[in-house]
């Protein structure tokens, strides 16, 4: 049972990447029941929430710093959960994890230099 997560990088401030979230060992209907969640964690920083989504109804949460330029989704007969990053800036960068109920993945690093 594991999340796994790619996607992360180098990009140039002002451009876009997308992490991919996916589950292996259960689907994410088996939690039916929990949010889907994207978390970062920056160097020196606590872990933080940035974007979530219901799997009960597919409505989304972002966090205000990142409002407007991620988008979180979907893919359920991929078992995946996307994030879309735009307009990336050098304070975004972080590791980022996803997240079902107790289960995070292994991280992927994002890096935008300033």
């Known amino acids: 049972v594991q999340l796994v997560e790619s996607g992360g990088g180098l990009v140039q401030a002002g451009g876009s990447m997308r992490l991919s979230c996916v589950a292996s060992g259960f689907t994410f209907d088996d939690y039916a029941d929990y949010a889907i969640g994207w978390f970062r964690q920056a160097p020196g920083k606590e872990r933080e929430g940035v974007s979530y989504?219901?799997?009960?109804?597919?409505?989304?949460y972002h966090a205000d710093s990142v409002k407007g330029r991620f988008t979180i989704s979907s893919d359920n007969a991929k078992n995946t959960v996307y994030l879309q990053m735009n307009s990336l800036k050098p304070e975004d960068t972080a590791i980022y994890y996803c997240k079902i109920w107790t289960y995070w993945g292994q991280g992927t690093q994002v890096t935008v230099p300033s």
């Open positions: 989504i219901s799997r009960k109804d597919d409505s989304t």
